[in-house]
Each structure stands twice: as structure tokens, then as C-alpha cells.
């Protein structure tokens, strides 16, 4: 049972697509193993910058001889007199078997000829050679290119490929490239072609010995690198970013850390400052003291093994020096131009091409953030119209500044930082100022669903305000987002604006929030190409139906049933859609429950038949002289609980309310026991049709039960 | 502690190393294109040379202006106009990485003393509707070339494609001098005298001088006016050697007419569209709603001349011999890995 290697030699594969692509590579391996009845035991990958590389243990060298049965002409065509005619002969040479081997088998249609045939295996080598470039050739890059033929392509081009079963190569051939035993080492490090003997851990040895370390190895010498740089200053620590860190493990073969220094008067700057350019301009890590203070030092990982000169970290600092002093420079020329000023240069920056200026954009989002104070207020939540206003009118200044034009990953966080520093108005008390850099601040919040909410109602506002602005332009234009597809981040802004109202608890219900921001496009030039009106709804109803189901089950950790259920219901309103689900999935581990959720599927595979065969339910249901007993009992029930039902409901108190609908078991199981719904008589059917219905709506006003899983809940 | 070598090259010497260099390696030295181009990319020596199947190597300096970078000179790392040396080696060869590496040793640079990591980065430009896949260069932390593997050019397909190597001159050169300004970069240094003269006392006026026009007496009008001009003249250009493609048969007259059509001087009103844009553009002149038509207008003109001067290279007989030099090719040492046998 040989072992098995694969590598892929490439260019330097971008960071970003290692993981993905190598996991792909390992499926796809594993898929052709078993599809090729190879075997495999344990497939592991192997993948760095420069390759990707799987190995597995115990392959089949051959595939395993397979019989086969082969069902010919039937026997009266095949014998003639006792003697196998044409057809006899033909079938035996077909089969590559002797006409005497040829056996008979009886089958319902008679008696057939069958002759037993066996199919060589095929040796693992050469099914591999044969099958391996074409799992190659489709892994998914999210950006590929092509170097020799426009029909080869690869992330980067491939340079040199290993493919081995033992200490045998596998013939195999990709993009022009034989497949031999010699992989490569470290670009700088090792400078000499690296010998594989045989697959296995043989593979992993050599490329060690050449200085080229796996995934998971990288990683522990990074942490422990930069642990130990750490250390050098007393009560330091480096700030764990796990983005960050994934990226290191995966810009480098083999890793070490060197800490750098920069001079403390650079402190002076907002630490998002520091910390953006640091992070994601040079992929440092920051250090911070025992409180959390920024420390003037970094940690940059390095693609060799040590800098025993200092070289690498003095051009590392000179590199930070300048980003720093460059972020300092465009920090001083912006206060020269207050945020205020910079709002008319808003009509310069092009929000969308259709959807005009960013100038136009604060105006509607203005617009917007009135309303849903208005909405709020009406509901009994106050938030400062005048913060929002303000903040709402200077949210998109920053992107005329010298700092976010540089580091757009600041915008938002720029302008929050100059409002909190200038001047917005004089008469304003310091309060109120800071409220609005605050807002202003976190309005892009959250970014994704890690990401925290903002810290303030008016900020909230804000943030729902200008995303929804922004969903509600783009699909009034029909750029919806689909599949991989979605250039507008659309879905995570619409993910936030879900996110913010269930956080800060917002009374808002989505679908009077779009129509809102819709309208805020009302007679601009935008209009001429919007789609129509029922179509928006339509579509945004969807979208964000999808992005509450998100939420609920991705965020908040509710069962696929439970969450079907509850926006079976509603979907409209998250703050709501929220408390449901919580009622639902405490109520959904009693048995009464499971019982109505059957019952509920019941009524509805009933009203569905009886709608099929044109028999309509009686316009509202009553008791009948000549009603069964337990059909009586259902009304009274649905008479008497109902109300009840309808109060808690309309308090908000789903807890009460469901419990209280669970004692509809024993009435809802009894009825269905005794009675039968779909009789002759025209009165009695439409009546307990009537019957059914009502209570399937009494039942469906917090979550659709019909939607529950009842088999295999504990 | 100083940088590599305690001798560090001029800037006039590291752009004759790396000419040196690449010269050795079969390109053909070319000088810097004498229109105003936003980048090497946009001489024709890259935008028209990469199209088509004829192999080319070359190597120039190009300076590259960018109104809108402009700082009046105080920014230590910001310039109006830098320099890069570009390299476009079509096709690439097999060890095209291993090569630019090589060069680095050739300036001086001790990779094993150094961080050097190929961080992804691909490339676009609209208004050529151009594109490649390629990584910036990170040498201890500092990003000092762009390495792109072209994929289309002025919306067309390559066929072989080819690497572009762009040199950024004056932040290796400050990386080499370990200096922080780049008008403290020494240029030049008097072997007599053992004078120097700075990057500020060769650049500095330039960019003071231009970025006063640029940002605040560049007539609107009148650049507008240039660049429709210019526009309408490579328009005109354009439509001629469409009536020539279109029309009669395939005689040897009417050959001879495509291949001597100026498709070259309309690329250069192309480039000087290119240049009126990023002046007006400096000058905050191009309004939201503009901006988008006004690129999709210069890249109308590069994707033009881009399908004519296909067409002409097709045509023609092609009087310039562009050969690959097979004996120069056996000058560049083979990677002791290039080819993997079995």
C-alpha cells in the first residue's frame, strides 16, 4: 500500500486563496480515491506560498479486478438445434469469451445469455497520471491567469510538479510540465533543487532540511517569534489579530519575527491611526502595554531566518517612518479645511455612477435619519434629532480628506476623530460636539458580524440611515446582489442594519425603513432607471428575509426549524422576530409542542387538498346543532384561549402566549381522532374547514409550527 | 548601522546598473518616451509592443507624471513626477522571478541579508482597458517593484502575454542611501571633487514649479480645449485607417497605405488626452457625472489604436525586425531548477 504526493510548485500564490485552494485540492483528491476504488487512508496537505502539496498513505497500487455480468441476446435467437448461432458468437467475441463459457440465465422475459467478464484493474500510476491534472486544472481561484495558453490556467504560473507513489514517479503532465522527483527550496535560504527519495514523511524532511516549514508549523514559529521579541520589553504584549496572523503564516515558508521601534512623539496620532498603517499598509503587529496602551515598538514577520545585521529592521523602521510621518503630514493639512467646509466638495465624489454625488447621498440620508427619529419617538425611544442631523450632514466629509484618500479603511473613524478636534459650530456645548464625532464615528459600524454595534442611539441611527440608503438605490436600480456576486458589500451592510436594530432593540420594521429610503430617491435623475416599485419591495423583502435568517441562525445560534418558523410568521420586524424565536425554542422540547407542530402540518396539507378539489372553507366557523362533540370542544377552546392568546400576543409576551397555546393539544389531538373533516354533507365540511383554519392562523401569528421538525428533537 | 553596502550607488548609477543588467540579458535599451505618460505602462514601447505575437525585450526609464501627486516639493516621499525603469520581457521566461531577483544583487542588494516577500497585487488601467495579475515587490518592508503578468491590453487578449517589471528609482535609491527625503538622494557624485549633487537640486524647482501650475493656474478652459483637440485629431486618425481597413481588395498598394498609417502619432494624442485629463483632474475641474464619460472617452482611443495597430502588424509587411536573439538568450544563466525531469 504505497504512499502518495502530489505538489504543485507555483509563483507566489496569493496569501489569501492558500487555504481555500489547498482544502479544494484535498476534497478533490479525496473525491477521485474513492471514485477510483484507490483507497487512501489519511490525506493530509502540505501548502505554503510557493505550493500545494497533498499526501495520503496506503493507495491501492492497482485497482481491484471487477466481474461482471453481461446480459447478451436471448437464448432462442442464441441456439439453433442446439448449436449457438451468429448472435452466440458474436456476444461471446464482444465479451472477449469463449462461446462455450457463455452461461444462461432465466429472467421474467425468458431465458438470456450472459457471459462473466472480468475487468483488469488499472494501476493507481496511471489512473493518477490520467486523472490529477484535470482536478488541477479546476481548482476555483477567485482571480486566475493564464502564461502559455490562454485554455491553462492557474492562479500563478506553475513551475515545477512532484507526483509520487513510493520512491516512483507518476507519469504525469500538466500545463507542459513533467511531473518529476525534485522539489524547491526556500527562495533565499537554500539555493539548490531538493530530492525527494519517496513520498511521505520523506517529503516533509527534505523540505524542512531546505527550510520550508508547513502551515501549522509556520504558525507556532511565528507565535513563539513573536512572543520572544515580545518579551524584550517588560510588561509588553502583542496585540493578537488572527486576519493578521493567517496572513503572515501565509506570505512566508520560513518565518522569524524582528522587533522595531519608532519614535514615541508619533503617539501623538489617533492610535487608529498607528495601528491601520501598521496592520494593514505593513503588516505589523502593534505592541501594547499592560493597560492596553499603545507602546512606540512593532513586530514585523519576516520570510528568512534572522537579521543578524539589523538590515531588515532598519529598513522595516525607515519603511514606518515614513508611512508615519506621511500620516502626520496629511493629519496637519486636513485640519486646514474644516469637515464643514468640505461638504460642498461632496459634490465632486461620486457616490455611485447612477446614484450621483455624495453630497446628494447626505442629503437623503438627512432626510432619512428624520424619519426614523420620527419613527422612533412615535414608539417612545428619543434620540437627539440634532446630533444625528449634524453628524448625518458631516459623515461623508472625511472622504475629501488627504487621510482617508490614504488609508480608506479610516473613513468614518477620520471624520470622527476631526470632528472630536475642530470647531463644528460655537454655539454647540462640548457635549453635544462629542456626540456627534462619536456618531459619526462608528456610522459604518458594524462591518461585519464581529464587529460591534454603535455605541450610541444616535449613531445607530446614523448607521441604518446610510446603508439603507445605499441598499435602497442599488436595488431600485436592480443590482441585486447574486451569488458570489455582490460589488456593493450590500449583504453585510443590510446584515448590520439587522444586526443594529436587534442590538439597540429599535422598534423599526424593515419594510416601512426601505419604502423610506426609497422614496428619498423620489424625482432625482437616478429615477429614469430604477426598476418599478412592486419589484423593489419584492426583491429587498427577500433579501432581507435572508439576512434576518442569517442573523437568527448564523448570530444568534437558532435551529434551521426554529428560525423557519418564526419568519414563517413575520419577518418584518427583527426586535420581534428575535423574541419569537427565543419563546419558540423554549417551548419547542414539549411533547405538546411536537404534537401540534404535527397537527399544524396536518390542517395544512387538509386546507391545501380541500382548496385543490374546490372546496372552500364556510366564511367563519360556528358550532352546529348536529357539530361531534370534540368539535364542539375545539370551538369553546379556540373561544376561550383564543382571546387570551391574542392578549399576551399583542403584549409581546410569547412565552405565556405559546405555553398557553400548547393546552390546544388535547382539544386539536381529539378532534382529529373523532372527526372527519372532508365529509358530504357541504355545511358540515365547509364548517370544520372554516374550523381548521382559524386555528391554524391562531397557531401561525408567532411562528409557523408546520415549519418544526419533529422527528429525531430531543 | 547603515544600509547595505557602506558605498551605496548614486541614482545615475543604479539606472545604469539595472540597464547594464538587463541589457546583458538581450533587452533593447530604450530611452524615455518624449510625450507625458502617467506610467512606463502607457509608452508605447509597453502599450503597443505587448500586443501581438512578435517577442520583445526592452528595458527604459520612464518619467512618469501624475498632476494630482504633486506636493510642491515638501512631501519627503511624494513627487509630481518619479522615475521608474521598466522592463517588459515578452514572453517571460520560464525563470523570470529568479532573473529580477538577480538584478537586485546587481544594485547592491544581499538577499540573504534581506526580507524579501512576493505579496500579491494586480494591476489595472481603465483608460488602456489593461490588466495584469501580479505582486508588489516588499524588500524589508518597502514595496520597490510592481511585477505584473499582463493579460490584456487596450481590451484585447495577449497572445503570448508578458511580464512587466516596474523599478520604483527613487525609493530604492533612498532604500540604498538610507535616506528619509527623496531630494536628499544623491544623483550624481563628482569623482573629482567628490561633490554631490542631490535629487533636490536636479528635481526640485519641477516640482515646485508644476505643482503650482497643476493645482492653481492650469487654464480649464484651454486644457479642455487641448484635450479635445487632440481627441478630435485622433478620432480623425482613426476613422481614416478604418475606411483604409474597410474598403477594396487586398493589393499591394493598399497595403503598403496601412502599413505606413501614423497609428503611432494617434497614440500619442491619445496620451496627450491622457495627460489634459490628469491636469483637469489635478485641478478639481472634472465634475462626479465627467469623470466616468471622460475615461470611457481616452480608453475609446487606446482600444482603437489598440485593434488597428493589430490589424496593421497583421498586414504589413513588418519592416522593423524584432527577432528574439537566441544567442543573448543562452547568456542568461538557467536556474539550476528551471526544468524538472522525471
Known amino acids: 500500500m504505497p504512499d502518495f504526493l502530489l505538489e504543485i510548485g507555483c509563483e507566489e500564490i496569493p496569501a489569501r486563496m492558500i487555504d481555500a485552494a489547498s482544502q479544494e485540492l484535498r476534497e478533490r483528491v479525496g473525491a477521485l480515491l474513492v471514485r477510483e476504488r484507490l483507497g487512501g487512508d489519511a490525506i493530509t496537505t502540505f501548502e505554503t506560498p510557493r505550493r500545494l502539496s497533498i499526501l495520503a498513505s496506503g493507495i491501492a497500487s492497482t485497482q481491484e479486478d471487477v466481474s461482471e455480468q453481461v446480459t447478451g441476446p436471448s437464448a432462442h435467437v442464441a441456439y439453433k438445434d442446439g448449436q449457438p448461432t451468429q448472435a452466440a458468437h458474436a456476444f461471446a467475441k464482444k465479451a472477449g469469451v469463449d462461446v462455450s463459457q457463455l452461461e444462461r440465465v432465466s429472467t421474467p422475459k425468458g431465458e438470456y445469455l450472459v457471459a462473466k467478464v472480468t475487468r483488469k484493474g488499472r494501476s493507481a500510476a496511471e489512473i493518477l497520471a490520467d486523472s490529477l491534472p484535470k482536478e488541477i486544472a479546476t481548482i476555483y481561484w477567485p482571480k486566475n491567469m493564464y502564461w502559455r495558453k490562454p485554455n491553462e490556467r492557474f492562479v500563478r504560473p506553475v513551475r515545477w510538479l512532484v507526483a509520487m507513489l513510493d520512491g516512483q514517479t507518476i507519469p504525469l503532465e500538466f500545463d507542459g510540465i513533467p511531473a518529476g522527483s525534485q522539489s524547491r527550496g526556500h527562495r533565499i535560504l537554500t539555493d539548490v533543487a531538493v530530492n525527494i527519495s519517496r513520498a511521505g514523511s520523506a517529503y516533509v524532511d527534505a523540505l524542512r532540511s531546505a527550510k520550508v516549514l508547513g502551515r501549522a508549523e509556520r504558525e507556532q514559529q511565528i507565535r513563539k517569534a513573536l512572543d520572544a521579541a515580545t518579551r524584550t520589553i517588560p510588561g509588553a504584549q502583542w496585540r493578537e489579530d488572527r486576519s493578521l496572523l493567517e496572513t503572515v503564516v501565509n506570505l512566508t515558508e520560513f518565518p522569524s519575527a524582528i522587533l522595531g521601534a519608532f519614535d514615541s512623539q508619533f503617539l501623538a496620532l489617533p492610535e487608529e491611526v498607528l495601528v491601520t498603517v501598521m496592520r494593514d499598509h505593513q503588516k505589523y503587529f502593534a505592541i501594547q502595554d499592560a493597560n492596553g496602551k499603545l507602546l512606540p515598538h512593532f513586530l514585523a514577520v519576516l520570510n528568512t531566518d534572522s537579521d543578524p545585521q539589523g538590515l531588515i529592521r532598519h529598513g522595516n523602521e525607515r519603511v514606518l517612518r515614513a508611512r508615519f510621518n506621511d500620516a502626520r503630514f496629511f493629519w496637519e493639512t486636513d485640519q486646514k479645511k474644516s469637515l464643514l467646509e468640505r461638504l460642498e466638495s461632496l459634490k465632486h465624489v461620486t457616490f455611485q455612477k447612477d446614484l450621483g454625488s455624495y453630497y446628494e447621498k447626505t442629503q437623503r440620508v438627512q432626510r432619512l435619519c428624520s424619519w426614523l427619529n420620527e419613527q422612533l419617538k412615535q414608539r417612545g425611544i428619543i434620540v437627539r434629532p440634532g446630533v444625528v442631523h449634524k453628524a448625518a450632514c458631516l459623515a461623508k466629509t472625511d472622504l475629501t480628506t488627504e487621510l482617508v484618500k490614504e488609508f480608506t479603511e479610516l473613513q468614518g473613524i477620520v471624520g470622527g476623530l476631526y470632528a472630536r478636534v475642530q470647531q463644528l459650530d460655537t454655539t454647540l456645548p462640548e457635549a453635544t460636539r462629542l456626540a456627534i464625532a462619536d456618531a459619526i464615528y462608528d456610522h459604518y459600524k458594524p462591518e461585519s458580524t464581529d464587529d460591534s454595534v454603535p455605541r450610541s442611539l444616535e449613531g445607530a441611527v446614523l448607521s441604518i440611515g446610510d446603508k439603507a440608503d445605499t441598499i435602497a438605490g442599488m436595488f431600485a436600480l436592480g443590482l441585486v446582489p447574486s451569488g458570489s456576486k455582490d460589488p456593493f458589500a450590500l449583504r453585510r451592510q443590510a446584515n448590520g442594519i439587522v444586526k443594529v436594530i436587534a442590538e439597540k432593540k429599535l422598534p423599526l420594521h424593515l419594510r416601512e425603513l426601505m419604502q423610506d429610503a426609497r422614496t428619498g430617491y423620489h424625482k432625482s435623475q437616478a429615477e429614469k432607471k430604477f426598476v418599478d416599485d412592486r419589484k423593489y419591495l419584492e426583491s429587498i423583502e427577500t433579501f432581507f428575509r435572508e439576512r434576518l435568517d442569517f442573523y437568527l441562525r448564523d448570530v444568534c445560534g437558532y435551529a434551521y426549524d426554529v428560525v423557519k418558523a418564526v419568519l414563517g410568521a413575520d419577518s418584518d420586524d427583527v426586535v420581534d422576530a428575535l423574541a419569537r424565536a427565543e419563546a419558540v425554542k423554549r417551548v419547542l422540547h414539549m411533547p405538546e409542542f411536537q404534537a401540534i407542530g404535527a397537527a399544524c402540518k396536518r390542517m395544512r396539507n387538509i386546507l391545501r387538498q380541500a382548496e385543490e378539489k374546490g372546496n372552500a372553507p364556510a366564511v367563519s366557523a360556528e358550532p352546529l346543532p348536529d357539530s361531534a362533540q370534540e368539535e364542539k370542544n375545539l370551538f369553546t377552546y379556540l373561544q376561550q384561549s383564543g382571546a387570551n392568546v391574542e392578549d399576551y400576543r399583542k403584549r409581546k409576551e410569547y412565552l405565556p402566549a405559546l405555553q398557553l397555546l400548547a393546552t390546544a393539544r388535547e382539544p386539536v389531538d381529539k378532534f382529529f381522532d373523532k372527526v372527519m373533516v372532508m365529509v358530504e354533507d357541504q355545511r358540515v365540511r365547509a364548517n370544520r374547514l372554516a374550523l381548521l383554519r382559524m386555528l391554524l392562523k391562531e397557531f401561525s401569528t408567532i411562528a409557523d409550527f408546520s415549519e418544526i421538525v419533529t422527528e429525531g428533537k430531543s | ?342
Open chain 2, 1 to 342: 548601522m547603515k544600509s547595505t553596502s557602506s558605498n551605496p550607488l548614486t541614482f545615475q548609477e543604479l539606472i545604469l546598473r539595472l540597464q547594464a543588467f538587463w541589457a546583458e540579458r538581450g533587452c533593447v535599451l530604450q530611452q524615455p518616451y518624449d510625450t507625458e505618460v502617467g506610467a512606463g505602462t502607457m509608452a508605447p514601447e509597453t502599450f503597443l509592443r505587448v500586443l501581438g505575437p512578435q517577442p520583445y525585450k526592452v528595458a527604459y526609464v520612464q518619467p512618469s507624471r501624475r498632476p494630482a501627486d504633486g506636493r510642491y516639493g515638501e512631501n519627503p516621499n511624494r513627487l509630481f513626477k518619479h522615475m521608474q525603469l521598466q522592463v517588459i520581457l515578452k514572453p517571460p521566461p520560464e525563470n523570470v522571478q529568479e532573473l529580477y531577483l538577480e538584478s537586485l544583487g546587481a544594485i547592491g542588494i544581499d538577499l540573504r541579508q534581506h526580507d524579501i516577500k512576493f505579496e500579491e497585487d494586480n494591476w489595472e488601467a481603465p483608460t488602456l482597458s489593461a490588466w495584469g495579475v501580479g505582486w508588489q515587490v516588499m524588500l524589508d518592508g518597502l514595496e520597490i517593484t510592481q511585477f505584473t503578468y499582463f493579460q490584456q491590453c487596450g481590451g484585447i487578449d495577449l497572445l503570448p502575454i508578458c511580464a512587466e517589471l516596474t523599478y520604483g528609482l527613487e525609493r530604492i535609491a533612498a532604500f540604498l542611501q538610507d535616506v528619509d527625503s527623496i531630494y536628499d538622494i544623491v544623483w550624481a557624485r563628482d569623482s573629482e571633487t567628490g561633490k554631490a549633487v542631490k535629487y533636490g537640486d536636479v528635481r526640485l524647482a519641477d516640482e515646485l514649479q508644476f505643482s503650482v501650475y497643476n493645482f492653481e493656474l492650469a487654464d480649464v478652459e484651454k486644457t479642455w480645449k487641448h484635450f479635445e483637440l487632440c481627441e478630435a485629431e485622433c478620432r480623425r486618425l482613426l476613422e481614416s485607417y478604418a475606411g483604409l481597413a474597410g474598403d477594396k481588395g487586398n493589393t499591394d498598394g493598399f497595403a503598403r497605405e496601412k502599413s505606413r498609417f501614423p497609428l503611432l502619432a494617434a497614440y500619442d494624442l491619445c496620451l496627450k488626452c491622457s495627460h489634459a485629463f490628469n491636469i483637469l483632474d489635478a485641478r478639481g475641474a472634472i465634475s462626479v457625472t465627467e469623470r466616468v464619460g471622460v475615461i470611457a472617452r481616452v480608453r475609446a482611443l487606446a482600444v482603437g489604436i489598440a485593434k488597428a495597430w493589430v490589424d496593421q502588424q497583421r498586414t504589413g509587411p513588418d519592416e522593423r525586425s524584432t527577432q528574439a536573439e537566441p544567442a543573448s538568450e543562452k547568456k542568461i544563466k538557467k536556474e539550476a531548477l528551471s526544468s524538472v525531469g522525471s
